[in-house]
């Protein structure tokens, strides 16, 4: 360790790590990330769910290369009239060199005469900027030369997956461009120095490009296809974590630069003492990430492996880089508050120290007042929960595709923008349409396409898309066309896909988050040596995630309006919560435990406590404020996550690590180790006398033995 340390900061060997450092960046952004262009997010259910199933048959098909794109003629609930209809009718044919044959079937007009609907067939593409150039031609020939008042919607699959892709166009310069913007201020509000906040940021913005390339590359390998909204939670992950990571390192750094004459020699007592807490609170991260290999779905998988491998990233770069970056400068980069040698830290006698001497003395009180406050957040939001979002309701700004599909549901059938996919034996095709009519909430059922062995049938429900009713109409579909024997009846279409897909979110949710706990258990055990610790540290992380899971519900119902939780939201949180929360008790305990060792528990929770608690407050704020930046993209999902996390990591910087931990620690004793014995019961006594409530621990007493400056005192 130490040999590794003094050659990543030594004058004639530190160089050596940039050099390296750069060469290897400037290789992996000329071979690139291999990526053909944007993608937006797709479903990812496994082949043997049923509307994957049915999926694959449709490719059969002869019409298998073809989707459809709907436009909706109206002129806002008023009757159309017959230049109306004649208008619609020449630009349904004109929209004839857009379609798979050449031809365009004739509007259709709802019974109350508000509202035409022309189906135009298409040719299927995969890339989104081609798609969204397709799209905005039809728009253009659609609304050409239409009477006053009329006007044309585009919706339907290619509507909705047009409106999707332009969400996340040029998503990753928006979310890049406003974090570093974000982390740029909150840097410089930490340093209060007008040039220090460049280095960390110039190396996080390098780990989070090549993160990017990197996750791609290993993605690509997996045969897993990075869409927009996993490469922007992987760039805010990394900005993030490697911002935090930073500002752990540059606090002891600053600290040992008071210690020592030498920076280079400071630099590297720093990354001897922050260097482990670094890679185990990032190794817990990278492991809890990881098991979402274990997901069903592509699209959790995905994010599993592209945001560990970014976080792995920023590990690297902030153990190797920036070590070697910041010696190149000498103590004037802390302009205006520069760390001058042999000065004194007032750690000991600031904010942190005072309030964990206070907790120290009332630590059952603090304890009951921080679990009433988590369990109050839990009980008053999370109960009301609503979980699942139609596709209609994942904007934050309702676009082109959403009002048109409303209008359709308003006009016709609710489920006719939108029918359910039976694929059956071609022999039994119209007992089984006839089997499906008698299916409470079908409209009707149309056999079509037909391949001479299998047969697609067409089925239109009564309820509108992704609802409740249409899950439950499937539902009793599949039970009784299943039934219909020498059929073997598949059920699928847009409807169904959603229900598999949160079924198996749910199943990846009841798997994966007892996993996560379990992984994270193990890491706190062999990390601390301990049994009672890790317990109480997890409860604690599990409390504060559903505070901010309560919470977020209640501004989620009264604030935004959001009608209901996307139903990957929840696991997403926890993860990055639960692996981030454990973070900075990590960066905590991990402290207490060495100053423990020499002072007892109670002393050592308040030394670890005053030398911490700065620069974890402020690696707090700054992470919280960097998922809050998911929330420029107008997509609920993501916003969502960022809200949650973002309240979080608030509640377990500023309450949880704060004072409930350091309650619980003091509460617990010398047990708090268990079944590690850190002292001998003379020293025990000795310790505990100290800092017994009848006799409060004295500032001198407390005084951290290696003080940390950091960014709040």
């Known amino acids: 360790m130490h040999r590794l340390t003094d050659f990543i900061t030594a004058k004639k060997t530190s160089w050596i790590i940039l050099v390296i450092a750069l060469a290897v960046s400037a290789a992996i952004f000329a071979l690139g990330s291999g990526s053909t262009g944007e993608s937006s997010p797709g479903v990812g259910l496994p082949d043997s769910a049923e509307s994957s199933r049915v999926a694959a048959l449709q490719d059969d098909l002869p019409a298998a290369d073809s989707t459809s794109a709907l436009l909706v003629f109206s002129r806002d609930g008023d009757e159309l009239t017959e230049a109306d209809i004649a208008a619609v009718t020449t630009n349904a044919q004109s929209l004839a060199d857009e379609s798979v044959d050449g031809f365009v079937p004739p509007p259709t007009v709802s019974e109350d005469g508000t509202t035409a609907l022309v189906v135009v067939p298409l040719d299927i593409i995969d890339d989104v900027t081609e798609q969204a150039d397709r799209a905005a031609q039809m728009r253009d020939i659609a609304n050409a030369d239409l009477p006053d008042g009329l006007d044309a919607l585009l919706t339907g699959p290619e509507g909705f997956a047009v409106d999707v892709a332009a969400v996340f166009k040029g998503a990753d310069f928006t979310l890049l461009l406003t974090t570093v913007i974000v982390v740029a201020v909150l840097l410089l509000v930490t340093y209060r120095s007008p040039w220090l906040w460049l280095v960390p940021l110039a190396v996080v913005g390098l780990a989070d490009g090549l993160a990017g390339i990197v996750a791609t590359r290993i993605a690509a390998a997996a045969g897993i296809t990075l869409d927009a909204s996993v490469t922007g939670i992987l760039s805010v992950l990394v900005f993030g974590a490697g911002t935090n990571y930073a500002l752990l390192l540059i606090a002891r750094y600053r600290d040992e630069l008071r210690l020592v004459a030498d920076r280079r020699v400071a630099m590297a007592q720093a990354l001897r003492g922050a260097g482990p807490a670094i890679i185990a609170s990032g190794s817990t991260v990278v492991l809890s990430l990881l098991t979402l290999l274990f997901a069903q779905l592509t699209g959790n998988r995905a994010l599993g492996l592209a945001c560990a491998a970014g976080v792995v990233v920023a590990m690297l770069f902030a153990l190797f ?393």
């Open 321 to 713: 880089v920036l070590p070697a970056a910041l010696v190149l400068f000498g103590r004037g980069l802390f302009w205006p508050y520069v760390p001058r040698f042999d000065s004194q830290n007032t750690a000991h006698r600031g904010l942190w120290f005072r309030l964990g001497t206070a907790v120290s003395r009332k630590p059952v009180a603090v304890a009951v007042v921080g679990v009433l406050l988590l369990g109050g957040l839990a009980v008053a939001g999370v109960p009301q929960i609503k979980v699942g979002l139609a596709q209609t309701e994942k904007f934050t700004s309702v676009p082109e595709a959403v009002v048109g599909q409303e209008l359709i549901a308003d006009a016709f059938s609710a489920g006719s923008g939108s029918p359910v996919v039976v694929i059956a034996n071609a022999s039994s095709a119209d007992l089984v349409a006839a089997e499906a009519e008698r299916v409470d909430g079908v409209v009707s059922a149309t056999v079509g396409d037909s391949t001479g062995e299998i047969t697609q049938i067409d089925v239109v429900l009564d309820a509108a898309a992704e609802t409740e009713e249409s899950f439950a109409a499937v539902a009793a579909l599949r039970t009784a066309l299943h039934d219909v024997d020498g059929a073997d009846a598949l059920v699928g279409g847009l409807d169904a896909q959603t229900l598999d897909a949160n079924e198996a979110q749910q199943a990846d949710q009841d798997l994966l988050i007892p996993l996560i706990l379990a992984l994270v258990f193990i890491v706190l055990v062999l990390l601390l040596r301990s049994l009672v610790a890790p317990v109480l540290l997890l409860l604690t992380v599990v409390a504060s995630f559903f505070g901010s899971l309560g919470a977020s519900w209640l501004l989620f119902e009264t604030v935004f309006g959001f009608p209901a939780i996307d139903t990957n939201v929840i696991l997403f949180s926890f993860l990055f919560l639960v692996a981030l929360g454990v973070d900075y008790n990590i960066f905590l305990v991990t402290r207490a435990r060495e100053e423990a060792v020499a002072h007892g528990t109670k002393t050592g929770m308040i030394r670890a406590l005053s030398s911490t608690g700065g620069v974890i407050t402020s690696a707090g704020i700054l992470l919280a404020a960097v998922f809050a930046v998911l929330g420029v993209l107008p997509l609920i999902t993501l916003t969502q996550i960022g809200i949650i996390v973002c309240i979080g990591v608030l509640l377990d910087t500023l309450l949880v690590r704060t004072v409930l931990v350091p309650a619980l620690a003091f509460i617990a004793g010398e047990k708090f180790w268990w079944p590690s014995k850190l002292h001998s019961p003379a020293h025990l006594a000795t310790a505990d006398d100290r800092t017994s409530p009848q006799a409060p621990a004295s500032e001198e007493s407390v005084r951290p033995t290696e003080p940390v400056s950091t960014a709040t005192e």
